[in-house]
């Protein structure tokens, strides 16, 4: 893919943009086109013919491996397989591996401020690329995606995957054209909590293609040694000693199963002391470098994902899509993907003994690790296909590039309404 040489990320400033004047600039044979409603209801909105394609440009947050990752290559894929054109404004790194094989234009953006002439190559090779739509992975304001909506006069809407401050837009700052909730928690918080217009809300599921069937052969070998892995970026707040103390009680009593800890972080030197200090250094394999992000889970029978982290449910399903049992605590998009006991297991967090014991579960019963991973297979290819994102994201941006109101989305699963005691 060609790229420009690596140019310095700046921090969005300067007045509040305006919130409808770029979509007023759209030309002819864009996203102004006609439409054709006589098949579908009427929505009260413009919907565009199911022929339509877009030109997008992407902007990511540092894609190193974790859930905001994977959620950025499923997007690209599904809209470059849908026959999108796509640019990709991100840092250097795997994330290019994992994309490998698709054609993209992309920008290369290092950590650092974003300088006069370095703001000015981006703008030049974006407006270059001309895109239609522009969608933000995150609204992380180290990003310049809002400038560069302004900067050439196209909508822009952004993803948003959890429901903590750091991870919401700020309360009434309708700083996008539109907000796409990755789940029905998220979107309630977004009206309910950060006061953004309904008409500005809409929710797209999370997707995820399916990999590979749990193979039976070898899931039941008793000879095969069980491989256990716990998954994420090492930051602040995840339950790293919670896992390792579930697994110094499972190697007490059975020595056989092999543990790993495989991710990158702020965390990383002290996560090797925790296990240091418990004497475990023989027993869980630290992982902090991958080149293949779509490859992470292959190596595991059992996989571990601390629902805290950034867009975990991501990480849940890419579990799932290969066909492997999941462990995760309890929070967030879980409830609306796990359902507990049947396709995953769910735990409290910070739970050291309840981890432990479901854990040894499923390495002591491989039929019920094969019934589970059969089950989270099955469930990402019915439920989570990135087919059905692209053309749910199709809506959404015929909706903001035609100044209308985003999609009515976002019903409660049936899955979270029985949690809720819906």
């Known amino acids: ?31 102004t086109d006609k439409v054709d409603t006589r098949s579908r209801p009427d929505t009260g909105r413009v919907e565009l013919l199911p022929q339509r394609n877009w030109r997008v440009c992407v902007i990511a947050p540092p894609l190193e491996f974790g859930g905001l990752a994977l959620y950025t290559s499923t997007l690209v894929r599904a809209l470059i397989e849908q026959g999108d054109e796509v640019m990709l404004v991100a840092r250097n790194g795997p994330m290019r591996q994992t994309l490998s094989g698709l054609e993209f234009a992309s920008y290369e953006l290092p950590a650092g401020k974003l300088g006069f002439f370095g703001w000015r190559k981006l703008r030049d090779a974006v407006t270059q690329f001309g895109p239609e739509i522009l969608h933000a992975i995150s609204p992380d304001r180290s990003l310049p995606s809002v400038r560069l909506a ?11 995957h959890g429901v903590k401050p750091a991870e919401l837009p700020r309360v009434e700052d309708a700083d996008f054209d539109g907000y796409v909730a990755a789940d029905a928690a998220v979107r309630e918080k977004l009206i309910n909590d950060c006061r953004l217009p309904r008409k500005l809300v809409t929710q797209i599921n999370l997707a995820m293609a399916p990999v590979r069937q ?15 892995g716990m998954l994420g970026p090492l930051e602040e707040g995840l339950g790293f000693g919670a896992f390792m103390d579930a697994v110094s009680a499972i190697s007490a009593r059975n020595p056989e199963p092999i543990f790993t800890i495989l991710g ?32 992470a ?12 982290q ?108 029985t949690k809720l005691g819906a």
């Open 1 to 31: 893919m060609p790229s420009e040489p690596a140019r310095q990320i700046g921090r969005e400033g300067g007045a509040r943009r305006r919130d409808t004047a770029r979509m007023n600039e759209r030309g002819p044979g864009r996203a």
């Open 150 to 160: 302004d900067a050439v006069g196209k909508p822009m809407c952004v993803s948003v």
């Open 214 to 228: 749990p193979a039976e052969e070898h899931v039941l070998d008793a000879r095969a040694t069980p491989a256990v």
């Open 264 to 295: 990158d972080g702020p965390r990383r030197a002290e996560v090797r002391r925790m296990a240091e200090d418990r004497n475990l250094l023989k027993r869980i394999v630290l992982v902090d470098r991958l080149y293949d992000y779509t490859l």
């Open 297 to 308: 889970w292959r190596p595991f029978d059992i996989v571990f994902v601390d629902t805290r």
């Open 310 to 417: 950034p867009a975990s449910g991501m990480m849940v399903l890419g579990a799932m899509a290969f066909g492997l049992p999941i462990v995760a605590t309890e929070g967030g998009a879980v409830f609306d993907i796990v359902e507990d006991g049947v396709d995953g297991l769910l735990v409290q967090r910070d739970d050291a003994d309840h981890l432990e014991q479901r854990l040894l579960m499923l390495i002591e019963n491989h039929h019920e690790r094969l019934r589970m991973g059969r089950a989270a297979f099955a469930e990402v290819e019915n439920k989570y296909s990135p087919q059905r994102m692209a053309h749910a994201l199709h809506d959404t941006y015929a909706a903001m590039a035609a100044n209308e109101p985003l999609p009515r989305q976002g019903e409660v699963s049936a899955k979270r309404a």
